[in-house]
Each structure stands twice: as C-alpha cells, then as structure tokens.
C-alpha cells in the first residue's frame, strides 16, 4: 500500500505563505479604505443646513474623510501587537506614513475646493477677522503641515528624538481637537443624528487611542517594572545590559521582536527608545538588550548600576516564528544588526534546532566583531551554524571574506534551493535593502524575508 504524505511540499507552504501576507496587506487596505467611505455612506442623500453646491459637498467629503483617517492614524501608532502580528510591522508603519501624507493632501485639498467654489472664502483665512469655525480649521491644517514637516525634516532641523515624539504627540491632540470643533462651529452635517453621531463616535475613538498611547500604557509597563542584572562591555562599543522582572514572569517574546526602555522615573516622559531584544525567547525571565553607543541615551546604558530598576514596554515588532515550517535560516547582519541574529541563535541552541543556519555578519575590523566569542561557542552548540564573517577594512593578514554582503556572496555560502528557507536581514538601510533584493532574486519569497534596517 503506497502512503500518501499529508504535508504539502515546502514549494507550496511557501507560496500559501505569500498569499496570506498579500491577503493580510489587503485587509489592512480595506480597513483605511472604508473608513475613507463611510463619510460618503453617512452624507449620501442628507439634507445639510448651509450651501449645498457640488463642490461644497465634494469638499465636506473629503474633511470627513480626512478627520476619518486621522483618527484611524492615532490608533494605528498605539503600538498594537495585533496588528503587527497580522500585518506586519512594516506593512503598518508603511502605511501609517502614506496615510499621514494623505490627510494632509485632503484637509489642502478640502481648503481649495471651497475657496474656487467661492472665493470670498479667501477672507477666512486671516485669522484675525474669521470665525471660530475657520480659525479652528486653520489650527488643524497647521498642525497637519506641522506634524509632516517635523517628520520628514526632523534632522535638519535638528530634533531630537524627544523633542520629536513630544511635538508629534502633542500635535496629534490638537489636530484632532481643532478638527473636531471646525466641525461642530461649522454645525453642517452634524444636524443629522447618524452624521453627528458618527463624529462624536470618532472623536472618542481618538482620545481613547490618545489616553492608552500615553496614560494606560506606560501605567501598565510601570507596575511591571525590571531590575539590572548585569552590564557588561561588548566588542564593537557595545553594551549588553541583562534584566531581572521584579515580580512578575518576566518579558515572552519572540526572537527579532524589541521592546522599549526608559529610566523607571520618567514613566510618562518622552525619554524612551526601542531596542531589540538579544537573549534567547526560551528565558523570558532574563531578557537582555545589546546596544551600540550611538546616541546620549544608548551612551547613558553603559553607566546603570546593578539593581537600578528600569521599565519596558515591549514585546513590538515582527518576530522571527514558525508559522509554517522551514527547511533553513538565513541571516544577514551588519554591526550593531547582529542582535535579532544572536536572539535566533540563542534561542535555536536552547531549543535544540537541528535546522541548517547560515549567518553572514558584517563588521568593518575584526577587532570590532560583536559576540565574536560567543558565536564560536554557538558553532559548537549548533552543529548545523555556519558563520561566515565578512570584513570591510580588514587588518593586515586576514584571509576571510572581505567587503561588503552582497548577492554574490550569498550565492557563494548559501545552498542552490533555498525554496523553503526564511531569511532575517538586520543593517544599515542601504544594505538591508539590498540583501533584500538579492534573496528574492535567489529565490527566497519576499514573505519569508524580515527585514529590518537602521540609520
């Protein structure tokens, strides 16, 4: 009798794969585009007070969808673990800017539309003699514009990334609160119940995202709060600092997942940054963070004394997980990018993981290799790891791979069928984009890639 596997070849495990992420990506589409339609659903055959032309109404669609998707971008940047599980954190963060730039574009256009349709309205904009219904208007729009120049033109203008967070956040409540009451003065649709109601219902959605991205959150990190276990030096300029939970279990994550730290007297400061965790998921107890001293707050880790308490908020992220099985891992890192690797590794030699690993870790001397130690004894523990490290300014006498990760490399060391692997790429922007790349060309499905890159 001939038996008859019920697992699917890994070539179809991997292309079910990309169709759920395409799948995923959709609804996270739909989600923004209903709320784009509902202000049409709801104005569609309501008899307003005030000017009805065409292009009033044009425009009153678009400030309702405009205030719509700015509500939806408040809950967005609530750092739900749903939604970067089901999405993807960059399919959300993705988003999430595109959206920003749209409602700007909207609320412009919203402005436009009304003043062709009648240009006395120009008079509306001197905030000295117009209404408050225009002088609220007029706070929304600065505040949007305010908020999308401060994100694209943050380092030249020299913001810090508190000052930052503190300016978006607060620009956020008051966009949101102007918009509301240009609503409310401009008293138009809202005298129909479902179109006032459905305001009203918008608008509590925002304060609550707003109380839970900076009340209840931080509450909730600050009665779980962490102890220093240990801070050690690392090659590289770096630092590994290990926590103890002060009682409770402790941090369950999954490797290439971070979370965010901050000083246990700033709980509801702006002074909190993200890290990626190092340890492996398998002791959530001892949760450890690797960082490279690149800034004041990363430079202030090195200095914690043992004991100090410190707060996280985390797990965020992607993480790197068996949803479907794998034949194999590759995993590409430059610098400080190693850290999501490490977690792999740590966690797949405590699990006992008998997969094939590849690991291709850039660094500029060999001086400078992060972990340099610890990954042999990994090679030892993980008899299936091969780490090939790659040298950008390599000293005199090295006779490994020099230059950069590049697909000419990972064609060298990785296997001719990578149908099946999944790939974690972590570096600078322009070399994880690149890698990127390359491993599609490979063959490795773009959902099977998490990329995650750093400037």
């Given at each position: 009798m001939?038996?008859?596997?019920?697992?699917?070849?890994?070539?179809?495990r991997?292309?079910r794969?990309?169709?759920?992420?395409?799948?995923?990506?959709?609804?996270l589409l739909?989600?923004?585009?209903?709320?784009l339609l509902v202000?049409l659903?709801?104005?569609?055959?309501?008899?307003?007070?005030?000017?009805?032309?065409?292009?009033?109404?044009?425009?009153?669609a678009?400030?309702?969808?405009a205030?719509?998707?700015?509500?939806?971008?408040i809950?967005?940047?609530?750092?739900?673990?749903v939604?970067?599980?089901?999405?993807?954190?960059?399919?959300?963060?993705?988003?999430?800017?595109?959206?920003?730039?749209i409602?700007?574009?909207?609320v412009v256009?919203?402005?436009?539309?009304?003043?062709?349709?009648?240009?006395?309205?120009l008079a509306l904009?001197?905030?000295?003699?117009?209404?408050?219904?225009?002088?609220?208007g007029m706070?929304?729009?600065?505040?949007?514009?305010?908020?999308?120049?401060?994100?694209?033109?943050?380092r030249?203008?020299?913001l810090s990334?508190?000052?930052w967070?503190?300016?978006h956040?607060?620009?956020?409540?008051?966009?949101?609160?102007?918009?509301?009451?240009h609503?409310?003065?401009?008293?138009?649709?809202?005298?129909?119940p479902?179109?006032?109601?459905?305001?009203?219902?918008?608008?509590?959605v925002a304060?609550a995202?707003?109380?839970?991205?900076?009340?209840?959150?931080?509450?909730?990190?600050?009665?779980?709060?962490?102890?220093?276990?240990?801070?050690?030096?690392?090659?590289?300029?770096a630092?590994?600092?290990?926590?103890?939970p002060?009682?409770?279990?402790?941090?369950?994550?999954?490797?290439?997942?971070?979370?965010?730290?901050?000083?246990?007297?700033?709980v509801y400061?702006?002074?909190?940054?993200?890290?990626?965790l190092?340890?492996s998921?398998?002791r959530?107890?001892?949760?450890?963070?690797?960082?490279?001293?690149?800034?004041n707050?990363?430079?202030?880790?090195?200095?914690?004394?043992?004991?100090e308490?410190i707060l996280?908020?985390?797990?965020?992220?992607?993480g790197v997980?068996?949803?479907?099985?794998?034949?194999?891992?590759?995993?590409l890192?430059s610098g400080?990018?190693?850290?999501?690797?490490?977690?792999v590794?740590?966690?797949?030699?405590e699990q006992g993981?008998?997969?094939?690993l590849?690991?291709?870790?850039?660094?500029?001397?060999?001086?400078?290799?992060?972990?340099?130690?610890?990954?042999?004894?990994?090679q030892?523990?993980?008899?299936?790891?091969?780490?090939?490290?790659?040298?950008?300014?390599?000293?005199?006498?090295?006779?490994?791979?020099?230059?950069?990760?590049g697909?000419?490399?990972?064609?060298?060391?990785?296997?001719?069928?990578?149908i099946?692997?999944?790939a974690?790429?972590?570096?600078p922007?322009a070399?994880?984009?690149?890698?990127a790349s390359s491993?599609?060309?490979?063959?490795?499905?773009?959902?099977?890639?998490?990329?995650?890159?750093?400037?």
């Open positions: 001939t038996r008859v596997s019920s697992r699917a070849p890994v070539w179809a991997s292309s794969a990309s169709f759920a992420r395409a799948v995923e990506r959709l609804l739909a989600v923004y585009g209903a709320l202000p659903a709801l104005m569609a055959g309501a008899v307003k007070a005030g000017p009805r032309g065409s292009l009033v109404v044009l425009a009153d678009l400030g309702f969808a205030l719509s998707l700015a509500v939806l971008q809950v967005v940047s609530g750092r739900w673990a939604a970067a599980r089901s999405f993807g954190l960059r399919s959300v963060l993705s988003l999430h800017r595109g959206a920003g730039v409602v700007l574009v909207l256009v919203h402005v436009v539309v009304l003043v062709i349709d009648d240009p006395t309205r904009l001197d905030s000295r003699t117009a209404p408050p219904r225009a002088r609220a706070v929304a729009l600065l505040g949007l514009v305010a908020l999308a120049g401060t994100s694209v033109w943050r030249r203008l020299r990334y508190e000052r967070r503190a300016v956040l607060t620009g956020t409540a008051v966009v949101i609160a102007a918009a509301f009451a609503v409310v003065w401009v008293a138009a649709y809202t005298s129909v479902a179109v006032r109601w459905t305001v009203l219902a918008l608008i509590l304060a995202g707003l109380f839970w991205i900076r009340v209840a959150r931080p509450y909730a990190t600050a009665v779980r709060p962490y102890r220093v276990l240990r801070v050690s030096s690392e090659r590289g300029n630092v590994t600092v290990e926590l103890a002060e009682g409770h279990d402790g941090l369950r994550f999954a490797p290439g997942q971070f979370a965010r730290l901050r000083a246990a007297h700033c400061g702006m002074d909190d940054h993200p890290f990626t190092t340890s998921a398998q959530p107890e001892r949760p450890s963070f690797t960082v490279k001293a690149l800034g707050f990363s430079a202030s880790l090195a200095d914690l004394c043992v004991g308490e996280v908020d985390g797990p965020h992220g992607e997980h068996d949803g479907h099985p794998v034949r194999g891992r590759l995993l890192a400080i990018g190693i850290t999501p690797a490490l977690s590794l740590r966690t797949s030699a993981d008998r997969r094939p590849l690991l291709l870790y850039g660094s500029r001397r060999w001086a400078d290799v992060t972990f340099r130690e610890e990954l042999d004894k990994l030892r523990d993980l008899p299936n790891l091969q780490v090939v490290h790659v040298l950008s300014r390599p000293e005199p006498g090295w006779h490994g791979e020099r230059g950069r990760i697909e000419e490399l990972v064609r060298r060391y990785a296997p001719p069928d990578l099946g692997w999944s974690l790429v972590c570096g922007q070399m994880v984009a690149g890698a491993l599609q060309r490979l063959g490795v499905p773009q959902a099977a890639i998490q990329a995650e890159g750093f400037e």
